[in-house]
């Protein structure tokens, strides 16, 4: 797959396996079943050869009716996946809404009293509903 498939990015030129290569290897199959196995596979568009063969070694050897190897490599690598996002978001988000909470009050509101107390006072005292009384 790594030598015969496509090779768009760098690091498929340098032998590892991309989704490209993995689509054109599996021609014909359902690509939402060729998605779901890479996605199992790692946790990117590239996967380390070696670590792409031993997971598919498993999942081929795998003799449970509910595939429960790829049930649980997949789960892995959606759960990763998505508790990064969760945790980059975390990181900014109090940054990034804290400089558009304040931006919008002291442009839109400047005279609202809560503007001292934020995020807090959206949902406390003065209360994000007394707003439009402060507007210019």
């Known amino acids: 797959m790594v030598e015969k498939g496509p090779k768009p990015n760098f690091m498929s ?3 590892y396996l991309c989704y490209d290569s993995f689509v054109d290897a599996n021609k014909g199959c359902n690509p939402l079943t ?3 196995v890479f996605d199992a596979l790692s946790t990117g568009d590239n996967v380390s050869p070696d670590v792409a063969q031993t997971k598919l070694d498993s999942f081929s050897n795998d003799s449970s009716s509910d595939f429960s190897v790829f049930k649980s490599e997949l789960l892995k690598t959606k759960l990763a996946g998505f508790s990064s996002i969760a945790f980059l978001l975390f990181l900014l988000g109090p940054i ?3 400089t558009c909470l304040e931006s919008f009050v002291k442009g839109w509101a400047p005279g609202w009293p809560g503007s001292d107390n934020l995020p807090w006072s959206l949902v406390l ?3 994000i509903w ?4 402060y507007w210019n």
């Not at 007394?130 to 009384?133: G, K, Q, R, S, V």
């Open 13 to 15: 030129t340098k032998g």
């Open 34 to 36: 060729i998605r779901a």
């Open 96 to 98: 990034t809404g804290s």
């Open 125 to 127: 005292e003065p209360g």
């Open 130 to 133: 007394t707003i439009p009384e």
